[in-house]
T-cell receptor
Framework: EDQVTQSPEALRLQEGESSSLNCSYT??????LFWYRQDPGKGPEFLFT???AGEEKEKERLKATLTKKESFLHITAPKPEDSATYLC?????????????FGKGNQVVVIP | KAGVTQTPRYLIKTRGQQVTLSCSPI?????VSWYQQTPGQGLQFLFE???????NKGNFPGRFSGRQFSNSRSEMNVSTLELGDSALYLC????????????FGNGTRLTVT
């Protein structure tokens, strides 16, 4: 069964203090790894899709990277508006559909 | 382009009752998936529909069911509600099964008392 573990569970950062979130995964075959952002009371908002080891994607202060066993979401010089829960999910080649396995998230608070 | 729309946003039900939740996908999207989100378990896959057919089902009891209509809109039903069914139910859509990414609605918050 696919497994996704995210660490740390919670993180408090000072504004401007860069950090990284970790997502470790186990799948029979990786079709894609996804990062989402979720704000309180809202649904997950899509950030990135990564397909193969060595791939990187960037969006503003966020950069996602992928290896064969884990993914990192780097937050560079964060601002208070980056406060959110970041979710990692994997799509298994075996299923080939929209059955994603999610981690429990990294809750990030950025203090001004 | 309108996003995924879920109704109602909040629902309070009593144990033993049943409930129906509704989802309208993004225009042009034909695949709809449902997820349950709880603080303890996180997001868990319920089922996926495409062309009015259930394509995949997660590890939930038969009390959880769903359907999809010809216009791609979907409903999910939970019968004989239990306290543990209290959760945020999220609907997500994509153009077709396996086509990423999934786009989520803001969910229906179900509270069972």
């Amino acid at each position: 069964e696919d497994q996704v573990t995210q660490s740390p569970e919670a993180l408090r950062l000072q504004e401007g203090e860069s950090s990284s979130l970790n997502c470790s995964y186990t799948v029979s075959g990786l079709r894609g790894l996804f990062w989402y952002r979720q704000d309180p009371g809202k649904g997950p908002e899509f950030l990135f899709t990564l397909y193969s080891a060595g791939e990187e994607k960037e969006k503003e202060r966020l950069k996602a990277t992928l290896t064969k066993k884990e993914s990192f979401l780097h937050i560079t010089a964060p601002k208070p508006e980056d406060s959110a829960t970041y979710l990692c999910a994997v799509q298994d080649l075996y299923y080939g559909n929209n059955r994603l396995a999610f981690g429990k998230g990294n809750q990030v608070v950025v203090i001004p | 382009k309108a996003g995924v729309t879920q109704t109602p946003r909040y629902l309070i039900k009593t144990r033993g009752q049943q409930v129906t939740l509704s989802c309208s996908p993004i225009s042009g999207h034909r695949s709809v998936s449902w997820y349950q989100q709880t603080p303890g378990q996180g997001l868990q896959f319920l089922f996926e529909y495409f062309s009015e057919t259930q394509r995949n089902k997660g590890n939930f009891p038969g009390r959880f069911s769903g359907r999809q209509f010809s216009n791609s809109r979907s409903e999910m039903n939970v019968s004989t509600l239990e306290l543990g069914d209290s959760a945020l139910y999220l609907c997500a859509s994509s153009s077709a099964p396996g086509e990423s990414p999934l786009h989520f609605g803001n969910g229906t918050r179900l509270t069972v008392t």
